[in-house]
C-alpha cells in the first residue's frame, strides 16, 4: 500500500499563492505517477494535474493551465502543487492520488487512481 498525505491548505485572497505537498510513504517503488484532485462543496471530484513519477511528465486541467504547476522531489516521494493567481472558484478540498499505472483510464477520471489522501482545505476570498 501507498500512503499519501497532505498539508499546505489554507485561507488566502484572490490573487495569492499557495503551494500543496503531498508525501507518499509505505510501497513508494510501485508509484507510476501522482495526481491532485479538488472537489468543491456539492461538486464532484475534478482533475486538477498529473505528475509521471519517472519522467516528470505533467498534465494540467484546462482551468489551472499557466496558473498551478506541479513537481516532484523523488528522494522525498513527495510532489507539490504550487498555485499562483488564486481565484475564488479555487476553493475546494485538495486530494492527493497515486497512480500505479495498472489502470489505463485517462488522467483525469478518479478511478484511476488506486490510494487517496484525506485531503486538505484551500479557501480563495475575494
Known amino acids: 500500500q501507498v500512503h499519501p498525505v497532505e498539508s499546505g491548505g489554507g485561507l488566502v485572497q484572490a490573487g495569492d499563492s499557495l503551494r500543496l505537498s503531498c508525501e507518499a510513504s509505505?510501497?513508494?517503488?510501485?508509484?507510476?505517477?501522482m495526481a491532485w484532485f479538488r472537489q468543491a462543496p456539492g461538486k464532484a471530484y475534478d482533475f486538477v494535474s498529473h505528475?509521471?513519477?519517472?519522467?516528470?511528465?505533467?498534465h494540467y486541467a484546462d482551468s489551472v493551465k499557466g496558473r498551478f504547476a506541479i513537481s516532484k522531489d523523488n528522494a522525498r516521494n513527495t510532489v507539490y502543487l504550487q498555485m499562483n493567481s488564486l481565484k475564488p472558484e479555487d476553493t475546494a478540498i485538495y486530494y492527493c492520488?497515486?497512480?500505479?499505472?495498472?489502470?489505463?483510464?485517462?488522467?483525469?477520471?478518479?478511478?484511476?487512481?488506486?490510494?487517496w489522501g484525506q485531503g486538505t482545505q484551500v479557501t480563495v476570498s475575494s
Open positions: 492520488a497515486v497512480d500505479l499505472g495498472l489502470n489505463l483510464r485517462p488522467y483525469r477520471e478518479y478511478v484511476r487512481y488506486d490510494y
Open positions: 509505505g510501497r513508494t517503488d510501485a508509484m507510476f505517477g
Open positions: 505528475i509521471t513519477w519517472n519522467d516528470g511528465t505533467t
